[in-house]
């Protein structure tokens, strides 16, 4: 079978590596195109044409819904600290937390060394840290998907957590339903690629002039919002700390933006308010408008349950987690991907042409020559006091 049996159109691969595990031969690798984005490839030598790859693309299938409408809360997590450095309300560091506390492995995405976004596994609470906070990035599942197969073969419990295609992906790849399963999907908006982000990375580091060996898109240091906060060690071997808003940084307001995502993110067929996994969890945006009464200023995080085994988590996780009924109306306020996909603009094929062309560098100074107010306007925002934050968020939902 040939590698274009499989892709027929870069709109039908999201990269979620179900196939590249699939294959019995490991005929199958990801292979990065002129843009960055990674896309199975096939080696036709060792291809015994069994099309498992075909059979088990989430793309190429139906959808997996369960016909049940989903429930909808508002939650926040119960130990600051974890909500400190969760993204939003820190549903996912309480779940995980009641999860390792009942001997499950805890599988999502984290930097490696190198600042790639791969996918880990964790089993104990001194390294839930590293799986938490946004990865506005393309991860790397690699092995994961088997490696999670045999646990669960084998009677071990495990929770997943990582884009929608991926937790479809690994569904379809385990074969059949395991009560020791639970999969956990983003509110996701879309992903550039890993390599456009470590070449942007690279660009950091070296105005910088050190090595950056971590990175929070959603800080908290100045109230819940999408402070990007970036951990580096300089020249002299110190460590350091350096923030920007998203106007001050192309990559940030590209991707806030929707402007450097894969093709198949612009037509997702799992962007809607019909969700596939046990949990879905995302920023629970707009939450001063519809819940007054939940204290948002360290986030919130919203969460949709599709399953019995969701409503089952959230029943044994409210020592962790403060719980308030919602409605799905309300989170799609101002939660577009709880409506539908994101919509491509003309300027996401200029912006991957410009960056196929002159690189990362030709993106920024696309960026800084077409943006100067915003770039001012970011710097004045991110020095804005957290209580004069809060002041304004608290005006706001009084109106």
């Known amino acids: 079978m040939r590698s274009n049996e499989l892709i027929q159109s870069p709109e039908k691969c999201s990269s979620c590596g179900a196939c590249v595990n699939a294959c019995p031969v490991s005929a199958i690798s990801l292979s990065k195109d002129s843009k960055g984005f990674l896309f199975p490839k096939i080696e036709e030598s060792k291809c015994i044409n069994c099309k498992k790859c075909i059979s088990i693309c989430p793309l190429k299938n139906a959808f997996l819904s369960?016909?049940?409408?989903?429930?909808?809360?508002?939650?926040?997590?119960?130990?600051?600290?974890?909500?400190?450095?969760?993204?939003?309300?820190?549903?996912?560091?309480a779940i995980a937390s009641w999860a390792l506390d009942n001997d499950y492995f805890v599988y999502g995405c984290a930097w490696n060394p190198e600042m790639y976004p791969i996918h880990i596994c964790v089993s104990n609470i001194s390294d839930l840290p590293k799986l938490l906070g946004s990865k506005y990035v393309q991860s790397d599942a690699g092995s994961v998907f088997t490696e999670i197969k045999e646990k669960l073969f084998d009677g071990k419990k495990v929770l997943f957590s990582g884009t929608p295609c991926q937790c479809d992906g690994l569904r379809r790849f385990v074969g059949k339903t395991f009560d020791n399963l639970i999969c956990i999907e983003l509110v996701c908006h879309g992903v550039p690629s890993a390599t456009l982000f470590h070449d942007y990375i690279e660009l950091l580091e070296?105005?910088?002039?050190g090595k950056i060996y971590d990175l929070k898109f959603r800080d908290k240091k100045r109230g819940w919002g999408a402070l990007l906060r970036i951990d580096y060690i300089n020249y002299r071997g110190k460590k350091r700390t350096a923030f920007l808003s998203p106007d001050e940084s192309f990559y940030y307001s590209y991707y806030w933006d929707g402007y450097l995502y894969r093709d198949s993110c612009y037509q997702c067929k799992y962007a809607g308010p019909n969700r596939q996994s046990d949990l879905t969890i995302g920023d629970y945006w707009g939450i001063q408008k519809v819940h007054?009464?939940?204290?948002?200023?360290?986030?919130?995080?919203?969460?949709?349950?599709?399953?019995?085994?969701?409503?089952?988590?959230?029943?044994?996780?409210?020592d962790y987690l403060s719980i308030v009924p919602s409605e799905i109306e309300k989170a799609q306020i101002e939660n577009g991907q709880l409506l539908d996909s994101s919509q491509k603009s003309e300027l996401n094929e200029v912006l991957l042409e410009i960056y196929e062309k002159d690189g990362i560098e030709g993106l920024r100074k696309y960026y800084v020559s077409n943006s100067k107010k915003k770039i001012i306007r970011g710097k004045i925002k991110r020095w804005i006091p957290l209580k004069v934050k809060r002041a304004i968020i608290k005006l706001i939902s009084s109106n």
């Open 66 to 93: 369960n016909n049940r409408k989903d429930r909808v809360y508002a939650v926040v997590n119960k130990d600051k600290n974890l909500l400190r450095m969760s993204a939003s309300g820190g549903a996912f560091s």
């Open 206 to 209: 070296a105005r910088l002039n």
């Open 292 to 318: 007054p009464e939940i204290d948002a200023s360290l986030g919130v995080s919203v969460v949709l349950s599709s399953t019995e085994k969701g409503d089952m988590i959230l029943r044994q996780t409210t």
